[in-house]
């Protein structure tokens, strides 16, 4: 059964930091690109970050380059997103993904697998 975990939401005020982890199980994920996405109540999901199977091709949403980054862990079953300097507008549910896909990709209909969302509040 395949499966992603998400975990390290929580509440924070503006201008702090949260990092959140996605594990996953049930595939060899290590051949598999990793994105994070997000949802924000009465919008639809938007994409994130990804980071390819091998760690060395990052993607970035315009609205977190330079404050939010996206890595593997060791094994590569593990992704985590490194979130800075946050702002109010950063609140929603973040979701991980997995793509089977060769290339970094931010559309959502390229992700095989998702898990349920961690909820991340950033309060003025």
């Known amino acids: 059964q395949v499966q992603l975990v998400e975990s390290g939401g929580g509440l924070v005020q503006a201008g702090g930091s949260l990092r959140l982890s996605c594990a996953a199980s049930?595939?060899?994920?290590?051949?598999?690109?990793m994105g994070w996405f997000r949802q924000a109540p009465g919008k639809e999901r938007e994409f994130v970050a990804a980071?390819?199977?091998?760690?060395?091709?990052?993607r970035y949403a315009d609205s977190v380059k330079g404050r939010f980054t996206i890595s593997r862990g060791n094994p590569k079953n593990t992704v985590y997103l490194q979130m800075n300097s946050l702002k109010p507008e950063d609140t929603a549910v973040y979701l991980c993904?997995?793509?089977?896909?060769?290339?970094?990709?931010?559309?959502?209909?390229?992700?095989?697998?998702w898990g349920q969302g961690t909820q991340v509040t950033i309060s003025e």
């Open positions: 993904a997995a793509d089977s896909g060769i290339i970094v990709r931010s559309g959502q209909t390229a992700y095989d697998y």
């Open positions: 049930g595939r060899t994920f290590s051949r598999y690109g």
């Open positions: 980071i390819s199977w091998s760690g060395g091709s990052t």
